[in-house]
């Protein structure tokens, strides 16, 4: 796997070719999945990285469900398959693609090869953390859950498979947050001023 520097490098890169605030919400993601990950007990660093390249297929341009499949791609180009599967996996909490909320800007091959991945796959620690970390990262910080999500809907509108995608959504927090004894917002001291702000 990528270490942190090499990460951070290409996420610089593709931020390059299409600068915009997700560059930001990435390394959110990647720092909340890491002390989630410290908090269980597993690793923080394959975390934070595979958090890191969640949406690195953003560097193609302004896309919908297309950055999902070409940061999957990239990824397996260069040879890290963790991150090309968390590229697919971190937006489709309950593997529907019915629940996905953005434009479906991909063609009926990279759709069906998307849902044939997602068939595939048995979601790890990994999967569901960066799962997690995308619905409640605002920008480099955390917010409560329900303040990112009703935010991806005012930007994206609704779809029909939402209600399920947020129930996988509180079932994942619920399972991190009985592994950790405690709040997962407790580690994060900045997310009742990005909540109310």
């Not at 569901?128 to 910080?141: K, M, P, T």
Request: glycine letters at 10%; hydrophobic letters at 40%; charged letters at 30%.
């Amino acid at each position: 796997m990528f270490d942190r520097q090499e990460a951070l490098k290409l996420l610089d890169w593709a931020n390059e070719l299409n600068p915009g605030p997700w560059r930001a919400h990435s390394l959110g993601v990647a720092r909340a999945a890491g002390l989630i990950a410290g908090a269980i007990g597993i690793d923080e660093e394959r975390a934070y990285i595979t958090g890191l390249m969640h949406d690195i297929g953003r560097y193609e341009g302004v896309r919908g469900m297309h950055h999902v499949i070409a940061g999957h791609d990239l990824m397996m180009d260069k040879g890290q398959p963790e991150c090309a599967r968390i590229c697919i996996t971190h937006s489709f909490p309950d593997k529907r693609m019915e629940g996905y909320l953005g434009a479906i800007d991909v063609t009926d091959d990279e759709y069906a090869r998307i849902k044939r991945s997602l068939a595939g796959y048995v979601f790890d620690d990994y999967d569901r953390i960066v799962q997690l970390c995308d619905a409640i990262s605002w920008n480099e910080g955390v917010c409560l859950m329900e303040k990112r999500l009703v935010n991806v809907v005012l930007r994206h509108g609704t779809a029909p498979g939402i209600r399920e995608k947020w129930q996988a959504y509180f079932d994942i927090k619920e399972d991190l947050e009985r592994r950790m004894g405690r709040s997962l917002y407790s580690l994060f001291p900045e997310c009742w001023e990005n909540t109310l702000g």
